[in-house]
């Protein structure tokens, strides 16, 4: 069974410009969750989508933007990128959400999308 | 809001040795708490997750204790291995936020040979 999917692996952009990430869930998985992390500040929630709806976003500026489409597949765009913006941006899904409500919904991670903006 | 401190940042045990991370919690209405494990270049996994109606759970050396009146719980790794050296992230549910996870900062195990 494939795990979760993450495109591109690695990545570099300059400063104002935007990126596209990629994630496709496990199959059968309708919950993708999107999660930025950087040495020291640990896993920042971006946001979750269930079924193309977005339920749950975390607290970053509005050029953090995400979406579902009908296969579950997900991306996350950030525009005028910034030198803060390097990190890892890590996808996670579940068969269910929200979390805890059973093993239907364990999340489940992929290995990321390593982002550098110079 | 909800908030999960986690302790210690680092941790240095010899092989063979136990070792125990601790998360503490400020959400007394918290109900699930999971530990994951990420190693280097990977995303983090799954290791032991506890609902709030258990105390304890266990899966071979790894151990999860829950105590919900100090509002803490903790990770309980026994002969340890060179191969759980990771870092290891607490998580508590947020239940006014329909159940989104809040993550603690992370502990970095390293185990010496």
């Known amino acids: 069974k494939a795990g979760v999917t993450q495109t591109p692996r690695y990545l570099i952009k300059t400063r104002g410009q935007q990126v596209t990430l990629s994630c496709s869930p496990i199959?059968?998985?309708?919950?993708v969750s999107w999660y930025q992390q950087t040495p020291g500040q640990g896993l920042q929630f971006l946001f979750e989508?269930?079924?193309?709806?977005?339920?749950n976003k975390g607290n970053f500026p509005g050029r953090f933007s995400g979406r579902q489409f009908s296969n579950s597949r997900s991306e996350m765009n950030v525009s005028t990128l910034e030198l803060g913006d390097s990190a890892l941006y890590l996808c996670a899904s579940s068969r269910t959400s929200p979390p805890g409500q059973g093993p239907q919904s364990t999340i489940y991670f992929g290995e990321g999308s390593w982002l550098t903006v110079v | 809001g909800e908030n999960v401190e986690q302790h210690p940042s680092t941790l240095s045990v010899q092989e063979g040795d136990s070792a125990v991370i601790k998360c503490t919690y400020s959400d007394s209405a918290s109900n699930y708490f999971p530990w994951y494990k990420q190693e280097l270049g990977k995303g983090p996994q799954l290791i032991i997750d506890?609902?709030?109606n258990v105390g304890e759970k266990k899966d071979q050396r790894i151990a999860v204790t829950l105590n919900k009146t100090a509002k803490h719980f903790s990770l309980h790794i026994t002969e340890t291995q060179p191969e759980d050296s990771a870092v290891y992230f607490c998580a508590a549910s947020r239940v006014d936020s329909n159940y989104q996870l809040i993550w603690g900062a992370g502990t970095k195990l390293i185990i010496k040979p």
């Open positions: 199959s059968g998985h309708r919950s």
């Open positions: 506890i609902r709030s």
């Open positions: 989508y269930f079924s193309e709806t977005q339920r």
